[in-house]
């Protein structure tokens, strides 16, 4: 079956600082992935979508960059953090075919200081 | 423009009742519809979905609806339990949209013992 692995659980980082989230997907080939992120009190927003490696497609301008280096492999970085940056960033794959339901990680709450 | 809208922010029900969490969307392109369950700290788990060649689509205590006329939704849990008590996110997809999914901003549900 299939499973997706998320982490870290959760993390703080000082205002600046840079970031690196990872997803990984097991038991399946070529999904699709997605970046989401939950800020308090409001629904889940995507950031990024991948097709296939080294494809990446950005959903809104943001201090945030999203890379695919292997076919299950997704990984969100950020350079310097801002304090906008904070919420729940959750990871996300499908299979790459229509009429599919996205399946979630536990997601990283990230707090920045 | 917020194109998938639950405009009730919450709804609590007794155990054993029926609950009823309802979906408004705006884009007549949508043509697959989901429902997602999360606890807090979680991510969202797939309940059931629809597309939109169908009206209804059931799965245990679990029934979904579309009406495709008035771009509406809803999610029937029937009875409820307590282990319900959770955020519930609708969404929706388009076709050639890399199965990007447009979430509402989700509903609380409460079922009391």
């Known amino acids: 079956s299939q499973t997706i692995h998320q982490w870290p659980a959760t993390l703080v980082q000082p205002v600046g600082s840079p970031l690196s989230l990872e997803c990984t997907v097991e038991?399946?080939?070529?999904?699709?992935l997605y970046w989401y992120r939950q800020a308090a009190g409001r629904g889940l927003q995507l950031l990024f979508y991948?097709?296939?490696?080294?494809?990446i497609s950005s959903e809104v301008p943001q201090n945030l960059s999203a890379s695919r280096p292997q076919d299950r492999q997704f990984i969100l970085s950020s350079k310097k953090l801002l304090l906008s940056d904070s919420g729940f960033y959750l990871c996300?794959?499908?299979?790459?075919?229509?009429?599919?339901?996205?399946?979630f990680g536990d997601g990283t709450r990230l707090s920045i200081l | 423009d917020q194109q998938v809208k639950q405009n009730s922010p919450s709804l609590s029900v007794q155990e054993g009742r029926i609950s009823i969490l309802n979906c408004d969307y705006t884009n007549s392109m949508f043509d697959y519809f989901l429902w997602y369950k999360k606890y807090p700290a979680e991510g969202p788990t797939f309940l059931i979905s629809i597309s939109s060649i169908k009206d209804k689509n059931e799965d245990g205590r679990f029934t979904v609806f579309l009406n495709k006329s008035a771009k509406h939704l809803s999610l029937h849990i029937v009875p409820s339990q307590p282990g319900d008590s959770a955020v519930y996110f609708c969404?929706?997809?388009?076709?050639?949209?890399?199965?990007?999914?447009?979430f509402g901003k989700g509903m609380k549900l409460t079922v009391n013992p």
């Open positions: 969404a929706a997809t388009r076709p050639g949209g890399s199965e990007k999914l447009v």
């Open positions: 991948s097709v296939g490696i080294g494809q």
């Open positions: 038991g399946t080939s070529n999904p699709n």
């Open positions: 996300a794959w499908s299979e790459p075919r229509t009429y599919q339901p996205q399946h």
